[in-house]
């Protein structure tokens, strides 16, 4: 089959979790036979074409915007000129697969010009993310991300939650949505494993502090001022010996001052961005990964996790629970409880023997849930689905 995806974030220009998706899921797909096309932004130097695992690469310019949604309308502009070019000049293609609403727009003009059925995959929705619509702002990505489901012939989601939420909130048939999961690609996140074990994790923690992080975005719906809230209990109960590693870029003030003001400033670092060799490093020195968020498709941080041997504490929102099995991968602890947290915490720190069990289960877990091959021979599965139904209809 040929495909045409249209993905607003690709490596290198990685904003949030569909850049690693995507740059992992088609040279998967690539090794099955298929040929990839794929429309993203131009980044930096990155060159306007290339071919990366197989895929080949288009990346676009975007005209200079007032704001946010103005550039989105540029991108959108330019998606579709090029993806028109490339259709009339390099087809046919057999299906169009866009991810989430910013791409929406080009892609379901593409769809209705060339009469090639578009599938799209939904991330996460507006709807979800703010636990309702409140602002302008709220339904206009929501009426987006509506069309586009409306106008795709199957919808792809990651969990049997969003399946949930994908059919509440933007109305769209349960029967029209598949599931499947996101994976890990284990080999990119292989660390160095020549290194002064000590004196990394100095750089980070006291010899006896046990290290408890975070890492991702600096955000009200990730939670990160839950897990300061429950900072104190499990400081008090491990008798001082624990430290508190937040890594993300963006404004931290908010979460700066909760930590003074809570008197756990002396407990907690705040190390900026991390990069991801940096990141694959730290893991190896870290006793217990915490991921209080109140909104969660998925979680592929937990993934990242499992892969690295480190005992996984999440909240029991979104598709977190699908992806941590409770007291079998991870402890899954109460959302918006800070007790619950700090117990969860407790656990893995207080009783090593059963924090390494749940890292032994979650470790295998990965290849029997989470296995990019097998995730796309899934999603090969869905297209050939939407090609044989294409190929039943007269689309005149």
Known sequence: MKILVLAWEFPPRIVGGISRHVAELYPELV????????LTVEFGLAPHYEVVDGIRVH????????????????????????????LQEDGPFDLIHAHDWLVADAAIALKH??????????HATEYGRYNGLYTETHHYIHAKETQLAHEAWRVIVCTNYMRLEVERALSCPWDKVDVIYNGICREKKQPRREFDFWKLRRRFAADQEKIVYYVGRLTYEKGIDLLLSAAPRVIWEMGGRVKFIIIGGGNADRLKRQAWETGIWHKCYFTGFMSEDELNQFRLVADCAVFPSRYEPFGIVALENFNARIPVVVSDTGGLPEVVHHTKTGIVTQVGNPDSLAWGILEVLRHPEYAQWLVDN?????????NWTKLAKQTQQVYERVVRERSAVDWS
């Open 31 to 38: 090794n099955l036979g298929h040929e990839i096309h794929l």
């Open 362 to 370: 979650a470790y295998e877990d990965l290849d029997r849930r989470f």
């Open 59 to 86: 990346r676009v310019p975007v005209g200079e915007s007032h704001n946010f949604f103005h550039w989105v309308v540029n991108m959108n502009n330019s998606m579709g000129q090029h993806g028109g070019k490339l």
């Open 113 to 122: 010009l060339f009469k090639v059925p578009l599938i799209a995959t939904i």
